[in-house]
């Protein structure tokens, strides 16, 4: 496997520098070891994984972005090669794993840092696991295995499951300090451990157990406060800034949200509005906007948040999986909690606080009872608020791999309550399923599989 320890140790130090708070407040902290700045290196490299290229490429094939020209026009029209992975991949396995084997050894009886390390791990691996399928891990960054074995997906989210079970048990026992590294909480165990535990649902969510999702999602991210996003720290600073400013920044003109499907369902006058008489869309819709001449406003700010795991996917997945495991009236709950959490305003930022609108009322059973305002189709009430509930994933799931990964989920069992968006070109007659392994992967590892196209269905999407 491609190796490159330090990779990120300058990257660690230079994030450091920036103001997240005064270093080390607990003075039984230790200062003096080297690992302890490689923490915020493989919290980058999780970001990097999460909310960078990869994500953009899933945000293009389920209709959320569109690319405009160059590498961008022919991502969009499903045309990739394996080194569209590269960078991915050596997050994953140089940034973080290699970098949390001397973290955890350095810190050994350190349960805070133990905790925060394999909660990172489990984010970025279930990430890799959903996008690519069978990956190596239970050999990975490990200097006797030469060409790791590539675990099977089920397998890496039954391991994620254990390593977040391990992970909120240090937590839960941890001495909490003041921590800087942790660029994130700054050493908060409870945000840790209620980001585990959405985690666990989403995992749980993906290979469809959804009753284990919703016991997990109840101990989930409870407030907005303890969601786990990439807050830029230095407006217009490289590495330090939004990663889609940085992007748009650099290739101007490259993507934009014109006309792209999730667009559409935000405008007020189309076809396929989602605005209705409790639901105005037009603030929302300017923060989401890319423009494909650039611009430095919205969810593509210098300092816009980056969400990563949040409050509103947890109110999600316990709004789905109610839906699917409990009752009706619990599902609709939840879905007005994050309604309620929406119509505050403290959900995104106004591009124009004086002019967007915006409005989320609660809705009503009868608006999910036949010929009801979300039920024109008199479908079953319950499969018409669990519609919603995915269209509102798909929504406020922007900037993540949450549409990307319903869609594959959902399309063959749920095809009545996905959400519909359309192919980006005639020349294909499916949706991609997967991303390639990365090229350097397939240069360095006999075993790594061969022949695998995007269109070729990862085991729990089967």
């Given amino acids: 496997m491609y190796k490159l320890k330090y990779i990120f140790l300058l990257f660690a130090f230079v994030i450091s520098s920036c103001d997240y708070g005064d270093l080390n407040d607990n003075p039984n902290e230790p200062t003096e070891v080297p690992e302890i700045l490689l923490l915020t290196g493989t919290m980058l490299a999780d970001i990097s994984i999460n909310s960078s290229h990869i994500q953009r490429i899933s945000g293009m094939w389920s209709g959320q972005y569109k690319g405009e020209i160059l590498l961008y026009e022919s991502l969009y029209n499903y045309v990739i090669a394996s080194e569209e992975s590269n960078s991915s991949w050596s997050y994953l396995y140089n940034g973080i794993m290699n970098q949390n084997d001397l973290i955890q050894a350095a810190f050994g009886d350190d349960l805070l840092i133990q905790g925060i390390t394999k909660v990172i791990e489990a984010h970025a691996t279930g990430t890799a696991a959903a996008n690519w399928g069978d990956i190596p891990y239970s050999q990975a960054a490990n200097p006797d295995y030469a060409d790791p074995v590539f675990d099977a997906q089920l397998s890496i989210f039954q391991q994620m499951q254990t390593l977040l079970d ?20 700054g050493g908060d165990t409870d945000s840790w451990i209620q980001v ?64 792209t499907y999730l667009s559409q369902l935000l405008d007020e006058n189309s076809d396929i509005s989602r605005n209705n008489a409790k639901t105005y869309e037009q603030a929302r819709g300017h923060y989401y906007y890319i423009d494909p001449d650039g611009g430095d406003e ?16 947890n109110l999600l997945t316990l709004a789905e999986t109610a839906a699917r495991t409990a009752t009706f009236d619990e599902a609709l709950n939840y879905l007005n909690e994050l309604r309620s959490h929406l119509n505050s305003g403290d959900a995104f930022t106004l591009v124009d606080s004086e002019a967007d609108s915006l409005s989320y009322e609660a809705y009503e059973a009868i608006d999910f009872a036949a ?13 018409a608020l669990l519609r919603e509930i995915i269209e509102e994933r798909y ?68």
Avoid at 166 to 185: H, M, N, P, R, V
Avoid at 299 to 313: C, K, W
């Fill in 166 to 185: 391990e992970a909120i048990a240090d937590l839960e026992k941890a001495d909490g300090y003041s921590l800087s590294q942790d660029i994130f909480f």
């Fill in 196 to 259: 585990a535990n959405t985690l666990k649902a989403r995992y749980y969510t993906l290979t469809k157990e959804y009753d284990l999702a919703f016991a997990a999602a109840k101990n989930g991210v409870s407030s907005a406060s303890a969601s786990m996003v990439f807050q830029p720290v230095d407006g217009e600073v490289l590495g330090a800034s939004n990663l889609l400013w940085e992007f748009t920044s650099d290739r101007d003109g490259y993507m934009s949200t014109e006309g």
């Fill in 298 to 313: 919205g969810v593509g700010a210098p300092g816009a948040p980056m969400p990563l795991v949040t409050y509103e996917e």
């Fill in 371 to 383: 010929g009801g305002m979300e039920n024109m189709d008199n479908i079953d009430p319950t499969r």
């Fill in 395 to 462: 929504v406020s799931g922007y900037g993540t791999f949450m549409p990307w990964n319903d869609a594959r989920r959902l399309r063959k069992s749920d095809g009545d309550v996905s959400v519909p968006f359309p192919l980006n070109t005639t020349g294909v007659s499916q949706h991609p399923e997967r991303f390639i392994i990365s090229q350097n992967e397939l240069n360095s590892n006999s075993n790594a599989p061969s022949g695998l196209s995007i269109y070729d269905k990862t085991e729990v999407n089967r």
